[in-house]
């Protein structure tokens, strides 16, 4: 009969690795009207009048501003989806992503 190996094993550890984050920036445009990107952000990024107005005011003053961060594939999608809602408008409001870190 063979015998038990009692010998210690190293544990295996399983390593949860976090995904790469995504900022999600709002550009600068001459065009978009500030009531308009404000509404923007309320709508798709569930932010309140101050928030909003703080985030669009920091964009036309430095000529951009990160929204939020996110998972590349919510980013995008997303960036996608506030920059849509200008386009709909006529408006050149844009969204870009951009690796953290
Ligand atoms: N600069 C625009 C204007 O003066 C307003 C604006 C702010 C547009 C922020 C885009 O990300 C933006 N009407």
């Known amino acids: 009969m063979s015998d038990v190996d009692t010998r210690l094993k190293p544990k295996a550890k399983t390593k949860t690795e976090r995904p790469p984050l995504y900022k999600l920036i709002l550009l600068n445009d001459d065009y978009t009207p500030r009531d308009f990107v404000v509404t ?17 005011l920091t964009a036309h003053q ?7 961060v996110f998972t590349k594939e919510v980013a ?26």
């Open 76 to 101: 995008e999608a997303k960036a996608q989806q506030a920059t849509d809602a200008g386009q709909s408008q006529g408006y050149p409001l844009a969204f870009t992503t951009e690796k953290e870190g």
């Open 40 to 56: 923007v952000l309320k709508s798709i990024f569930r932010m309140s009048e101050g928030e909003a107005m703080g985030v669009m």
């Open 62 to 68: 430095q000529g951009a501003c990160v929204v939020a």
